[in-house]
């Protein structure tokens, strides 16, 4: 059991929270994730640790609340406990020198991105974070980002804030007018992670997607988290979640989180 300490409204239907987490949040690195389980009968869910204070003992967790599951979650209040959550799982992100490192993440993604980003910068590294959402109220954690990184770029599909587009608009023109970039991590919707890798492929520029497929018991034996990356299938779960983006299938990828939409909606409406 691990009990809920804090609770925020981060936008309409995000939420964060801080749990009450000791073990994890002592082995806790930028990149890695839990999985968590609300009820008895309830399926697990992967979630992104979006920060974490190991003299604490806490892990905050940021979610959009998108299904059953996650719609539960965000109901819960400061004081419930949630029945079981198991981590840190999966690899952490290479936090290594590059020289110029680019963030490009979206949606409750830039949450993800946040300890990343600060690693990258704790050791030397020139970060740059382009942060995108649809609107306004639905961009997450913007202060916290531009406290860790040299320069911040904001965009929203409305215009609400920032520059009205698109991040992989920002992401083209800086690099269409020669800003060096030694790399670029991108964290967010996996249409988004595709769009960013196909203009860093034009400049031959490494680029790490962090990769958010249905998974199950994240220990690598459901296979249901499995992709397809350079010729070979991978787990996410222990092989991932940070992948060379240049050779993902995100159609693939987009197929299978397709799958199950329609039951999920039906699990929404018919599950209690």
Known sequence: MAKILEKMVLGPG??????????????????????????????????TIADWNSERGTIKIVFQEV?????HLGSMSVGDEIIDIVGPMGQPS??????????????????????????????????????????KDLLVMAEEIKEVVDELFLTTDDGSMGRWGLVTDQLRDILSEGMTINRVITIGP?????????????????????????????????????????????????????????????????????MYKDKEQIADKVCV
């Open 14 to 47: 995000i939420k964060s929270l801080v749990i009450d987490s000791p073990l994890i949040a002592r082995k806790s690195r930028p990149g890695q994730f839990v999985v968590l389980r609300i009820s008895e009968k309830g399926e697990r869910i992967p979630l």
């Open 67 to 71: 299904g059953k599951t996650t719609k």
């Open 94 to 135: 290479e936090i290594k020198f590059y020289g110029t490192v680019a963030i490009v993440a979206g949606g409750v993604g830039v949450a993800e991105a946040y300890p990343i980003a600060r690693a990258l910068k704790s050791i030397g590294n020139r970060v740059i974070a382009i942060i995108g959402a649809r609107s």
């Open 190 to 258: 996996v249409i988004m992670m595709k769009a960013v890798s196909e203009i860093t492929r034009k400049f031959n520029l490494p680029t790490i997607a962090s990769l958010n497929p249905i998974m199950i018991d994240a220990t690598g034996m459901c296979g249901g988290c499995r992709v397809y990356v350079g010729g070979e299938t991978k787990f996410t779960c222990i092989d991932g979640p940070e992948f060379d983006a240049h050779k993902v299938d995100f159609d693939l990828l987009i197929l299978r989180l397709n």
